[in-house]
DNA sequence: CGGAGCTCCTGGGGGC
DNA sequence: TGCCCCCAGGAGCTCC
């Protein structure tokens, strides 16, 4: 599933791809992907033709395309669990999950474009699980999706205060993991990427927020960052099929996971076996020797 | 309003 | 072989 690395790999491959490209016909194919466009699937088509993509931007694991002419729209993407975003040939075959196809005015009328090897591609959302989606929606005066307002900085970003996050995560009662995977504290961290850091942090999932030192709350959002620098250096990871980078080549990451999916198998660390354990109607990984539960957890 | 649980969705895989 | 159930999970939504 793709997390931060992984939508940053997309983000830079639109940027290489679609930057300066004009929309020509939108047809979406699956109602559920323009769901978040709430004014419907045909006005999303119709608002979006003749726009021009100025550039492409990310916070989190949402992507934006930012829209000429004007600064106060831009279409916003979330690959949700096995979403896709394809550059294609527009004579490629449909992929049996297209919900959405973008075409270019180069793509249509063989005019010369900014990239030649861009020529003749078209822009498609592929999505097996529907859970990602496609919108054109309004910006702030900072250029910010409304919808992405919301949304934390993430660890990659300039901006990111390590010590301001740490400030809040103890102001929070809650624990440690659902702190991580709450895109408003953190953003970017998915369930792979959580269990990760909390696993080179030596930190459990359920050590309560509120009882957690400056120099803990330090290292796991340090760790994190780590993960997705190598993962991001890795070209992102794909062990799931359904993910694949803008231009349809996957990346192998995966085998670099340290705890998660390893149930059974030993800690790289310590050799003890790691667990898996049902949390939030997922699964959660853990060395049980490395992250030993804490005396009073938190749910 | 912070925190927690529910829900959307599809296809692969295991059990019988 | 076929059917049924479980599993994967991001984040908006609802409820307390």
């Given at each position: 599933m793709p997390e931060l690395p992984e939508v940053e790999v997309v983000r830079r491959g639109l940027e290489r791809w679609v930057t300066g490209r004009t929309f020509d016909s939108v047809e979406v194919t699956h109602p559920r992907a323009t769901r978040r466009h709430v004014a419907g699937a045909m006005d999303f088509a119709s608002r979006l033709r003749g726009r021009t993509v100025a550039g492409v931007h990310r916070r989190g694991k949402y992507l934006w395309l930012s829209l000429e002419p004007g600064t106060d729209e831009a279409l916003l993407a979330h690959l949700g669990m096995s979403g896709q975003l394809l550059v294609q040939p527009a004579t490629a075959p449909d992929e049996v999950h297209l919900r959405v196809r973008l075409r270019f005015a180069d793509s249509v009328d063989s005019v010369d474009s900014v990239d030649s090897a861009a020529n003749g591609t078209e822009l498609r959302f592929v999505d097996q699980r529907t859970f990602g989606g496609l919108s054109l929606v309004g910006t702030d005066e900072q250029g910010l999706p409304l919808p992405v307002a919301h949304i934390a900085r993430d660890p990659l970003d300039d901006q990111f205060e390590d010590a301001a996050f740490t400030a809040a995560l103890r102001r929070r009662r809650t624990g440690l993991k659902r702190a991580l995977l709450d895109q408003s504290l953190v953003s970017g961290i998915g369930n792979i990427y959580a269990d990760e850091a909390l696993w080179r942090a030596r930190l459990h999932y359920a050590r309560p927020t509120d009882a957690m030192t400056r120099a803990q709350g330090a290292e796991v959002i340090a760790a994190a960052r780590a993960v997705m620098v190598e993962a991001l250096a890795r070209g992102g990871t794909s062990f799931d099929?359904?993910?694949?980078?803008?231009?349809?080549?996957?990346?192998?990451?995966?085998?670099?996971?340290a705890v998660y999916g390893r149930a059974g198998r030993p800690c790289l660390r310590c050799g003890a076996l790691v667990v898996r354990e049902p949390f939030m109607n997922r699964s959660s990984f853990r060395c049980p020797r490395c992250q030993p539960r804490p005396r009073r957890p938190h749910a």
């Open positions: 099929s359904l993910y694949v980078d803008v231009n349809g080549a996957s990346g192998y990451f995966e085998r670099e996971l």
